[in-house]
C-alpha cells in the first residue's frame, strides 16, 4: 500500500518530502489536517477511495466508499523526532479542522467539523440539490487527545468553512467563525457557547475569511463574497467580527459563482 506524503515548504520553490505515513488499509480521503507546537495532527476516515476505480471513472464520488471495519484513527505525528501516536476513535468524517493547539495537560485538543458518516457527499451531489434539497452542514465537535480522544459538542447550530485569527492557529482560542445552515455567518464563542450571526434574507454567503486588523482576537473583519438572489449581483460583504454587523458592502460588476476557498492578500 502507498503512504500520505506531508510536504514541507520554506517556499514555492524550495519543498520537501517532511513525513511518510503508511496508509495501512486503503486512502482516506482527507480533505484537511492541522498542527500545534508539538505536532502534526493528521486524522484518517472509514471513508476510503477506491484507487482502482477512480483511474477510468467520470465522477468522483462513486469511486468513495464508507469501510465499517476501519475505525477513524488521529495520527499526532511529533513534527520533530517524528514519531507517530495513534489513537483510535468513532467513526466520522471531517472536511475542515478548525484549530488544534497543545494543552497545559499534555494533551492536544483539536476542533473539527464532523459528519458520522457520508450522507454529506450525496447531499452535496448536483443530483440532490437541484431536487432542492439543502445541505446540513457539519457539527463543531471538540476533541481532547490523550491515550484515548474525549470529544464534546458544543451546543452550536451545524456549520461549515471554519475560521479563525490567523494568529491563534496552534493556541488556545476562544471564537470560531463559519457559514451557517441559514444562508448566514456565525461566530461561536467557545467558552459560553454564544452565537452570532451575519444575515440578509435572499442573500448567500461564501466563506467568511478572517482579516485581522490587530494581534487582538476579536479585532478583526469577515470578509466574504455574498450572491443577491434578488437583483442576482455579487457582491463584498465586510462583517465586524465582533459585533458581527455589516460594515461595508461593494457590489461587483460580474456574478461570481459560489466557491470554496479564499484568502486575503494585503499586498499583490
Ligand atoms: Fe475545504
Redesign the pocket.
Known amino acids: 500500500m502507498g503512504s500520505y506524503d506531508f510536504i514541507r515548504m520554506a517556499s514555492y520553490e524550495d519543498r520537501e518530502v517532511f513525513f511518510q505515513l503508511p496508509a495501512p488499509e486503503s486512502f482516506s480521503y482527507i480533505?484537511?489536517f492541522s498542527m500545534t507546537r508539538t505536532y502534526l495532527v493528521f486524522v484518517t476516515y472509514p471513508l476510503s477511495w477506491n484507487v482502482s476505480s477512480i483511474l477510468f471513472s467520470p465522477a468522483i464520488l462513486p469511486n468513495l466508499y464508507w469501510r465499517n471495519d476501519v475505525p477513524t484513527r488521529i495520527h499526532l505525528v511529533h513534527r520533530v523526532t517524528k514519531k507517530v501516536r495513534v489513537v483510535e476513535t468513532n467513526p466520522i468524517f471531517s472536511?475542515?479542522h478548525v484549530n488544534a493547539y497543545d494543552g497545559e495537560d499534555g494533551k492536544v485538543h483539536l476542533d473539527m467539523i464532523v459528519y458520522p458518516n457520508k450522507t454529506c457527499f450525496d447531499e452535496l451531489s448536483l443530483s440532490s440539490l437541484r431536487h432542492g434539497n439543502v445541505f446540513s452542514g457539519g457539527t463543531f465537535r471538540r476533541y481532547v487527545v490523550g491515550d484515548k480522544a474525549v470529544w464534546n459538542e458544543p451546543a452550536f447550530p451545524r456549520v461549515e468553512m471554519p475560521q479563525i485569527h490567523p494568529a491563534f492557529r496552534y493556541r488556545p482560542y476562544r471564537y470560531a467563525y463559519g457559514m451557517g445552515v441559514n444562508n448566514n455567518l456565525v461566530r461561536l464563542d467557545l467558552d459560553t457557547h454564544a452565537v452570532m450571526e451575519w444575515r440578509e434574507p435572499h442573500h448567500f454567503p461564501t466563506e467568511p475569511v478572517f482579516v485581522a486588523l490587530s494581534e487582538k482576537e476579536t479585532d478583526g473583519v469577515l470578509v466574504s463574497v455574498v450572491y443577491d438572489s434578488l437583483q442576482n449581483q455579487t457582491y463584498l460583504v465586510v462583517v465586524n467580527a465582533t459585533t458581527m454587523k455589516s460594515m461595508a458592502i461593494m457590489y461587483l460588476a460580474v456574478v461570481i459563482p459560489f466557491t470554496?476557498?479564499g484568502f486575503f492578500q494585503e499586498k499583490i
Do not use: D, P, V, Y
Open positions: 480533505h484537511s472536511f475542515h470554496c476557498h
